[in-house]
């Protein structure tokens, strides 16, 4: 806009222009004020965890299903689930998921959890699991720093502890932060942080194979077509060189 105004040079639509960024501007900051003592602004600038899944490790995939038949079933669904054998012998049957629940406390429908980890992103759930705060104005006690005022309890607090609002966040050299920057663990809960990282990363890779059951059987099988495609091309080429030799010969 700005430059096309000094192309043009109408000074006047410019100071015109300015006045109303400068509002903007204004306006801005001023709602960005009343935001920060709701929300913490520099939540904006936190990096998601990396989770540390590995996709092709059964025995975690199942102790993840094992640790949400226990602790996440009462309120998850994952009814795309329904015919898995890992899921069955974990104990997530469809008959004891709360499909027929129709009243949930506070009014909020806990979601289906069936392909959370294609939507969210599997470093985004791991985030999420670990970055609940105490915060009295909830109803549940808990509040989250990826969805604020989530409507999730406190259901990890057992395990995890009890995590506060660090005083005074700082980002890093780069602008950024980490969840584990902006919380601080008051009192630790029945985990120490090592064993709750390596609980919550076996549910989240339980949550990618749920969200993916043949991710691992693809990578494979797709190995194998595209080498069969080199081949074939390899083949189809001789093939056409000869045909090719009788047809120039002629
Ligand atoms: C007491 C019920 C309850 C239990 C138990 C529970 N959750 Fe939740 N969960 C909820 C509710 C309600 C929401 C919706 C929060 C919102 O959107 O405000 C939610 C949201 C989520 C979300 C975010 C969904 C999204 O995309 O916004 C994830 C991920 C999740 N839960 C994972 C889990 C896992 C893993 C467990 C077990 C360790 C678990 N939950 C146990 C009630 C529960």
Aim: proline fraction near 5%; aromatic fraction near 12%; hydrophobic fraction near 45%.
């Amino acid at each position: 806009m700005q430059r096309r105004n000094k192309v043009k040079g109408e000074g006047f639509k410019r100071s015109l222009m300015m006045r109303y960024l400068l509002l903007a501007i204004l306006v801005f900051s001023f709602s960005s004020q009343i935001w920060a003592e709701d929300v913490l602004p520099i939540v904006d600038h936190m990096q998601l965890a990396t989770a540390p899944i590995d996709r092709s490790n059964m025995k975690s995939i199942k102790r993840g299903a094992k640790f949400f038949a226990t602790n996440c079933m009462t309120c998850h669904t994952l009814i795309y689930l329904r015919y898995d054998k890992v899921a069955q012998d974990a104990g997530i049957t469809y008959d004891k998921m709360p499909i027929n629940v129709k009243v949930w406390p506070n009014g909020i429908t806990p979601p289906d959890l069936s392909l959370e980890a294609s939507v969210r992103g599997v470093n985004w759930i791991y985030t999420y699991l670990h970055s609940f705060y105490v915060d009295s104005k909830r109803p549940t006690g808990v509040n989250n720093l990826l969805v604020h005022n989530t409507g999730m309890s406190a259901i990890l607090a057992p395990y995890q502890g009890e995590q506060v609002l660090a005083p005074n966040p700082e980002l890093d050299l780069f602008g950024k932060v980490q969840w584990y920057t902006i919380l601080i663990l008051n009192r630790q809960g029945s985990m120490t942080p090592e064993q709750f990282d390596a609980t919550t990363a076996d549910v989240v890779n339980f949550l990618a194979y749920a969200a993916e059951p043949y991710h691992i059987e693809q990578h494979r099988i797709g190995k194998w077509v595209l080498g069969f495609l080199v081949v074939l091309f390899v083949l189809m080429y001789l093939l056409k060189r000869e045909y090719w030799k009788d047809v120039k010969g002629k």
